[in-house]
């Protein structure tokens, strides 16, 4: 597990370690400008002759010192400064006069391709508004020359919190990021802005580190040990018993796909409970799964609720249309089940004209709708959502007192106590149909096995992300089905077992 920070919380733990830790400014610059250095190596960057464009703030500050460290070691390097002198901070009027002690070049007018790297440290992850005048013509160049760009920190124009271009952003091949990853370079777009990523330890730790939920959370290989053991002498019924309500008519792949991943996962029993046309269809697909079916005209109270009583975990919503009906199904399972449940897809899209249902349930609660859907749930656009992405999704799980995983290019898993996990497995492939549906059917077989809702949701999105990388390193990313996702999970699990 590693942590990633907004951009407030960077200021503060940079304040702590200056105020409380006792550690200067300049020191933890030096510190920054020389980790960049190094990371200034063949062969992706060639250090004949580099420019530095550098700010008017600390970000620009770490450029000047690294230029003075570069050309104490012999090499060519200019300072180009971007912005007002009457801005600069303190420590930038200090490291300019140091660089101007050491007769470090400074030039006015660059001639942009005659450098074979240029540093872009002219925002740092403060930047709050749209780059514009003489910074957006100075990124412009940046970003047409034929030099190799790192980035001190973040490229200069992506917004520190949510990966936003702000108005335009340099395009770096490399971003080297201060003591914790920034949450704008995991998010997308700025993401792909930041190129290869690394992060240099200067020197800031995180405080209250009793309590890390204001941080987002980064899973990695290492979780893999929350997976339930298998027990030698156990039976399908001690691996969890899962009903998968869905499947309308011509929608049976969703509910094959739930279910099948379901079982992947490791779960005992799957009993699916669909309509009645997919009966023979998924018979002859999934053999190993349970069936029970409804009519066009009616839900079969009585089988949905022996099938409630007899699952430890119910899983709603993939593929299972919008048929009024179906919301007093959910209705009533919502009343009456006090079990571990996934809500998915058409049953969101269902509860978002209802949404006072949710607060009538009592138990565990994972819902994993993607942008669109929780657009809904929130009664806003895709766009408002992600102007404020991921807050206004935490606030949602903290309202209704349920997890949320809003699944995007970069999933995240809020749940209710304010802990925010930021999904780093995954890639383009993956945008396929069905992968959701598999995504719910993982989380429910770990619930199945006995894992608590706050780690199966998010542990289930990182094993689903990973199954998809081994599924693009196969067969790439255009050729990648839901299908293919699912055969990803035996070599993650077979790690545990």
């Not at 053999?287 to 409630?308: F, K, T």
């Not at 209705?331 to 949404?355: F, G």
């Not at 991921?390 to 809020?414: E, F, M």
């Given at each position: 597990?590693?942590?990633?920070?907004?951009?407030?919380?960077?200021?503060?733990?940079?304040?702590?370690?200056?105020?409380?830790?006792?550690?200067?400014?300049?020191?933890?610059?030096?510190?920054?400008?020389?980790?960049?250095?190094?990371e200034i190596r063949e062969p992706l960057f060639s250090k004949d002759r580099i420019l530095l464009v550098c700010g008017s703030g600390?970000?620009?500050?770490?450029?000047?010192?690294?230029?003075?460290?570069?050309?104490?070691?012999?090499?060519?390097?200019?300072?180009?400064?971007?912005?007002?002198?009457?801005?600069?901070?303190?420590?930038?009027?200090?490291?300019?006069?140091i660089a101007k002690n050491y007769r470090v070049p400074f030039v006015n007018n660059p001639a942009w391709d005659e450098y074979t790297t240029i540093v872009d440290a002219i925002f740092g992850v403060g930047l709050s508004r749209k780059v514009s005048g003489s910074y957006n013509d100075v990124i412009t160049s940046i970003n047409a020359a034929?030099?190799?760009?790192?980035?001190?920190?973040?490229?200069?124009?992506?917004?520190?919190?949510?990966?936003?271009?702000?108005?335009?952003?340099?395009?770096?091949?490399?971003?080297?990021?201060?003591?914790?990853?920034?949450?704008?370079?995991?998010?997308?777009?700025?993401?792909?802005?930041?190129?290869?990523?690394?992060?240099?330890?200067?020197?800031?730790?995180?405080?209250?580190?009793?309590?890390?939920?204001?941080?987002?959370?980064?899973?990695?290989?290492?979780?893999?040990?929350?997976?339930?053991?298998?027990?030698?002498?156990?039976?399908?019924?001690?691996?969890?018993?899962?009903?998968?309500?869905?499947?309308?008519?011509?929608?049976?792949g969703a509910a094959f796909l739930a279910s099948n991943a379901c079982l992947a996962t490791g779960a005992g029993m799957v009993r699916i409970h669909t309509r009645e046309e997919?009966?023979?269809?998924?018979?002859?697909?999934l053999p190993e799964a349970m069936l029970s079916v409804y009519g066009e005209a009616d839900w079969n109270p009585q089988a949905v609720s022996e099938a409630v009583q007899w699952a430890d975990v119910i899983a709603i919503g993939p593929g299972i249309g919008k048929d009024p009906m179906l919301l007093d199904m959910i209705a009533w399972i919502l009343a009456n089940c006090r079990k571990p449940m996934v809500l998915d897809a058409d049953c969101l899209n269902l509860l978002s004209t209802q949404e006072e249902l949710l607060a009538k349930r009592s138990g565990p609660c994972v819902i994993t709708p993607h942008m669109g859907e929780m657009a809904r749930l929130l009664h806003t656009t895709v766009s408002a959502l992600k102007k404020e992405f991921p807050k206004n999704v935490q606030a949602y799980g903290r309202s209704k007192n349920l997890i949320c995983v809003c699944k995007?290019?970069?999933?995240?898993?809020?749940?209710?106590?304010?802990?925010?996990?930021?999904?780093?497995?995954?890639?383009?492939?993956?945008?396929?149909?069905?992968a959701g549906d598999v995504l719910t059917g993982v989380i429910a077989g770990l619930l199945a096995q006995g894992l608590p809702a706050e780690k199966?949701?998010?542990?289930?999105?990182?094993?689903?992300?990973?199954?998809?990388?081994?599924?693009?390193?196969?067969?790439?990313?255009?050729?990648?089905?839901?299908?293919?996702?699912?055969?990803?999970?035996?070599?993650?699990?077979?790690?545990?077992?």
């Amino acid at each position: 597990m590693h942590y990633a920070v907004t951009s407030e919380q960077m200021k503060a733990l940079d304040a702590h370690t200056i105020k409380d830790m006792g550690i200067p400014s300049l020191v933890l610059m030096e510190r920054a400008a020389l980790c960049t250095v190094e990371e200034i190596r063949e062969p992706l960057f060639s250090k004949d002759r580099i420019l530095l464009v550098c700010g008017s703030g600390n970000n620009g500050a770490d450029g000047v010192a690294m230029a003075r460290i570069l050309h104490n070691r012999g090499v060519t390097a200019e300072i180009f400064l971007v912005g007002n002198k009457d801005r600069w901070t303190e420590e930038m009027r200090i490291q300019i006069d140091i660089a101007k002690n050491y007769r470090v070049p400074f030039v006015n007018n660059p001639a942009w391709d005659e450098y074979t790297t240029i540093v872009d440290a002219i925002f740092g992850v403060g930047l709050s508004r749209k780059v514009s005048g003489s910074y957006n013509d100075v990124i412009t160049s940046i970003n047409a020359a034929s030099a190799r760009v790192i980035s001190v920190d973040i490229p200069s124009g992506i917004h520190g919190n949510t990966g936003e271009i702000m108005g335009t952003a340099v395009r770096a091949d490399k971003t080297v990021t201060f003591a914790f990853p920034k949450a704008g370079l995991y998010f997308y777009p700025g993401a792909e802005y930041a190129g290869e990523l690394a992060v240099a330890d200067i020197g800031i730790q995180l405080m209250d580190i009793g309590d890390t939920r204001k941080y987002y959370s980064c899973m990695d290989e290492s979780e893999l040990g929350l997976l339930p053991k298998r027990q030698p002498s156990g039976n399908k019924g001690n691996f969890g018993k899962v009903l998968m309500i869905a499947g309308t008519k011509g929608m049976s792949g969703a509910a094959f796909l739930a279910s099948n991943a379901c079982l992947a996962t490791g779960a005992g029993m799957v009993r699916i409970h669909t309509r009645e046309e997919n009966r023979i269809i998924l018979q002859t697909q999934l053999p190993e799964a349970m069936l029970s079916v409804y009519g066009e005209a009616d839900w079969n109270p009585q089988a949905v609720s022996e099938a409630v009583q007899w699952a430890d975990v119910i899983a709603i919503g993939p593929g299972i249309g919008k048929d009024p009906m179906l919301l007093d199904m959910i209705a009533w399972i919502l009343a009456n089940c006090r079990k571990p449940m996934v809500l998915d897809a058409d049953c969101l899209n269902l509860l978002s004209t209802q949404e006072e249902l949710l607060a009538k349930r009592s138990g565990p609660c994972v819902i994993t709708p993607h942008m669109g859907e929780m657009a809904r749930l929130l009664h806003t656009t895709v766009s408002a959502l992600k102007k404020e992405f991921p807050k206004n999704v935490q606030a949602y799980g903290r309202s209704k007192n349920l997890i949320c995983v809003c699944k995007d290019a970069r999933t995240v898993t809020c749940l209710p106590d304010g802990a925010c996990y930021l999904n780093l497995t995954g890639n383009e492939g993956m945008a396929t149909a069905g992968a959701g549906d598999v995504l719910t059917g993982v989380i429910a077989g770990l619930l199945a096995q006995g894992l608590p809702a706050e780690k199966a949701a998010p542990l289930g999105v990182y094993i689903h992300g990973r199954a998809g990388d081994i599924a693009k390193e196969k067969l790439g990313s255009y050729s990648l089905l839901a299908r293919d996702i699912i055969r990803g999970l035996a070599p993650i699990l077979r790690e545990r077992g």
